[in-house]
């Protein structure tokens, strides 16, 4: 069955950064999909600004080559690539100039009918100049949309003054903070699956769930990106993304799918979160770096030899886990293990939901013991769904247990493609629909939790523990689970 595909009004999107490897990489080739399903049309315009010099044609040229590069060639129509380049054109401005943009306000339509909004994939720096300039060029307008990217800050303080900057300009119901993991289909496949069914709500609680891991895993190394030896994994994964999962995963049933209902649900976590500070960060903790190794049969290097010069000796962390606890009545006494890290066995992200073992068991003389069930959650690769149930294995000869899935793979369930986050993120931005956007309080909460881990590892003496390139990780994130008389899922999905 083919999803319905629903047009949005025709829209100005304006794209801030607009030669960057963002813009190349996910945006063009999101908005060319949705383009290609008939979500929109050429009364669109997607216009770049970047201070490169560049005329339309040349600019076009690169979103051509952004299609042919980054879409797989079966989607690729040339027809309707065309179509979609006709949308595209280009604003040379360089946004730390104040005079630099009266040619962007020759781009922009007035019809109140079209959809403005502005993609700021620039630094951060530079979100607060941007938010001022629109707003003093006469560019803003209340129906107006602002998309940010992280990182918004590195730490709540910096957050604030980020968000503060933003604020002056734009109301927070115009304001679109983005995190991609947000946007893929298994994630919101976790609401329909708890508050779609009645299977699970009435189990989704401490009295049935003994813990939730949560991993996001790769493969690819940090390479030689001055960025993430400036944040670190707890910044780059866990403060965002990570959280959200564990939001999803722990919050109550909201009153709708309104977007500030869900939202409100999710602050209640995160507020919720037990605070790791002072001695229980070392306990509740476990930070690494990882040195050289064997990758999908390749060898690689250590992150110490990847870093130029200047930056020998960065204790800049590439692998974080934390044992979370959430304190209210639902999860009281359920720990969620969070991991994360670069230069892992695999390149994977999944939910894990663990729940506790039978309170008998009536097969005594059986071969194989009842294994408790567990629910497996894959986000990325092969996006799916398994629930593990025991069952008899079939034949003759007695009692045999055997631990297997009930399996619920989008490719093999659906037999379509599945659109990539940016895809529905881009568009829901021009729909005005924020669900899958962070608010800023959210943010800020989860910065609240975030901080005092950074500070304390940072007022330590200690060097993030090394682990080889292409394991799971230092050990002592296995002595982190493992002293809790529970073990990491690393078997097959």
Same mark, same amino acid.
């Given at each position: 069955m083919s999803a319905r595909i629903i047009?949005?009004?025709? +829209?100005?999107y304006v794209v801030f950064g607009a030669t960057g490897d963002l813009t190349k990489r996910k945006l063009i080739p999101a908005l060319y999909h949705r383009f290609a399903d008939g979500q929109f049309d050429e009364r669109s315009r997607i216009i770049g600004?970047?201070?490169? $010099?560049?005329?339309?044609? =040349? +600019?076009? *040229?690169?979103?051509?080559?952004?299609?042919?590069?980054f879409v797989e060639a079966d989607y690729q129509d040339k027809a309707t690539v065309d179509k979609f380049i006709s949308c595209f054109s280009y604003v040379a401005n360089d946004?730390?100039?104040?005079?630099?943009?009266?040619?962007? @306000?020759?781009?922009?339509?007035?019809?109140? @009918?079209?959809?403005?909004a502005f993609y700021l994939a620039v630094a951060p720096s530079l979100f607060g100049p941007i938010c001022e300039y629109l707003d003093n060029k006469g560019y803003w307008?209340?129906?107006?949309?602002?998309?940010? $990217? #992280?990182p918004l800050g590195h730490d709540l303080a910096s957050s604030m003054e980020i968000n503060d900057a933003i604020s002056e300009v734009f109301a927070e119901d115009q304001v679109y903070r983005i995190d991609h993991y947000l946007g893929k289909e298994t994630v919101q496949n976790l609401l329909a699956l708890r508050f779609g069914n009645i299977l699970f709500e009435p189990i989704w609680d401490a009295a049935h769930i003994d813990h939730v891991q949560i991993t996001v895993s790769e493969d690819v190394g940090a390479g030689t990106r001055g960025y993430y030896d400036d944040s670190g994994a707890l910044r780059d994964m866990v403060q965002n993304h990570m959280m959200q999962l564990l939001c999803l995963v722990a919050m109550e049933p909201p009153a709708s799918d309104d977007a500030?209902?869900?939202?409100?649900?999710?602050? #209640?976590?995160?507020?919720?979160? *037990?605070?790791?500070?002072? $001695?229980?960060?070392? *306990?509740?903790?476990?930070?690494?770096?990882?040195?050289?190794? =064997?990758?999908?049969?390749?060898?690689? =290097?250590?992150?110490?030899?990847e870093l130029p010069e200047d930056k020998k000796g960065s204790k800049t962390e590439t692998f974080v886990a934390i044992k979370a606890e959430v304190e209210n009545w639902r999860w009281s006494g359920v720990p969620f293990y969070l991991r994360t890290g670069k230069r892992l066995a695999n390149r994977v992200s999944e939910i894990v939901i663990q729940f506790r073992a039978i309170p008998h068991s009536i097969f005594d003389h059986a071969e194989g013991a009842p294994k408790p069930n567990r629910l497996v959650i894959r986000l990325q690769p092969d996006e799916g769904v398994k629930?593990?149930?025991?069952?008899?294995?079939?034949?003759?000869?007695?009692?045999?247990?055997? @631990?297997?899935?009930?399996?619920?793979? +989008?490719?093999?369930?659906?037999?379509?493609?599945?659109? $990539?986050a940016y895809e529905r993120l881009l568009l829901d931005v021009i729909r005005g629909n924020q669900t899958l956007f962070m608010r800023r309080d959210e943010l800020e909460a989860a910065w609240r939790?975030?901080?005092p881990i950074r500070e304390a590892w940072d007022n330590s003496s200690d060097a993030p523990q090394t682990y080889t390139s292409g394991t799971w990780g230092p050990t002592g994130s296995v002595a982190l689970i493992e002293r809790d008389g529970r073990t990491w899922h690393e078997g097959d999905y």
């Open positions: 047009p949005v009004q025709p +829209f100005d600004v970047s201070r490169t $010099e560049m005329s339309d044609k =040349a +600019f076009q *040229k690169l979103a051509r080559d952004a299609v042919t590069e946004v730390s100039n104040r005079d630099g943009w009266a040619d962007l @306000e020759k781009a922009l339509r007035t019809d109140p @009918e079209i959809v403005r307008r209340r129906d107006a949309r602002v998309v940010v $990217e #992280k500030n209902a869900l939202r409100d649900e999710k602050l #209640k976590v995160l507020r919720s979160l *037990k605070p790791i500070t002072g $001695e229980s960060v070392s *306990k509740c903790t476990v930070r690494g770096q990882y040195k050289g190794g =064997a990758v999908n049969g390749g060898s690689v =290097a250590g992150y110490q030899d629930l593990f149930l025991m069952i008899k294995d079939p034949g003759p000869g007695g009692m045999r247990l055997r @631990e297997v899935p009930l399996n619920l793979s +989008f490719a093999e369930t659906f037999n379509e493609r599945t659109p $990539e939790w975030i901080d």
